[in-house]
């Protein structure tokens, strides 16, 4: 699925990092325990959460990952757009609820890392 | 090549820093990323730890062409039971480590699970020393 795709589906907009037409994923895990995150071992996989602080960041870097999707329509702190950027990681936000955003993605086609 | 981090305990925005730094340089020499994967998750978690537990702390990082090594060392309140605190799910962490997406009781198991050897040594109202060995070849 594109990453477009993506953020169409959950109305989602890009707060950082630049996408183009064709990049996509295949795979997403939706948690706000950073630590549950960082016990997947693949890389492939669009981060979904609620975590709106640097530390969703963080582990994204820590994870190799390059999609974070930030549900409930938080505003993301400053620090965390910055490092984002900094990072090269594309943070998207939606103003879903994590199931809402997690059922749409996954009868779109989007799967689960387990 | 060795690297030297100053941590302090209660600064969240800035835990996660050496990580980062040391994820940079591996991916500078060249390291698998793999093998980057498996140090900069072990790493990110005991820094977090350190940041959430300890007063202060320090993080030591040398690399070789064959393995990474850290080694951690806390100003704290150390840890009464290391088996206990091993336990998959068992935290003593505050609300406001949880707050930041930490505190499950995941660290010291995902820790272990990274490393090729990993040893753990703490002395109550004094301290922790965390070791971690990955091969990198």
């Given amino acids: 699925m594109t990453i477009h795709e993506i953020v169409s589906l959950v109305q989602g907009k890009v707060l950082s990092g630049k996408i183009t037409q064709e990049e996509g994923i295949e795979y997403c895990f939706a948690s706000d325990l950073m630590s549950d995150v960082l016990t997947v071992c693949r890389s492939d996989f669009m981060l979904l959460t609620g975590l709106s602080n640097v530390q969703s960041i963080r582990t994204a870097e820590m994870s190799d990952l390059k999609y974070v999707l930030l549900v409930r329509g938080k505003t993301p702190p400053q620090e965390m757009i910055d490092l984002a950027e900094d990072s090269g990681i594309v943070l998207i936000v939606s103003p879903y609820s994590m199931f809402k955003a997690s059922g749409i993605l996954y009868q779109a086609g989007l799967k689960g890392v387990f | ?137």
Wanted: hydrophobic share 40%; charged share 20%.
């Fill in chain 2, 1 to 137: 090549m060795d690297l030297t981090f100053q941590i302090q305990g209660g600064d969240f925005t800035s835990a996660g820093a050496a990580s980062s730094q040391v994820r940079r340089t591996l991916k500078e020499l060249g390291v698998d990323a793999s093998v980057i994967k498996r140090v900069v998750v072990a790493l990110y978690e005991a820094e977090v730890n350190i940041v959430a537990h300890a007063y202060k702390g320090e993080i030591m990082a040398q690399i070789s062409p064959e393995r990474v090594f850290l080694k951690l060392t806390d100003e704290g309140p150390g840890i009464p039971d290391i088996e206990k605190a091993m336990t998959p799910g068992y935290s003593t962490a505050s609300q406001e480590v949880r707050e930041m997406g930490f505190g499950a009781g995941m660290g010291l198991p995902n820790i272990s699970r990274n490393a090729d050897v990993f040893n753990i040594h703490s002395v109550p109202d004094r301290g922790t020393t965390v070791e971690i060995t990955i091969q990198i070849s």
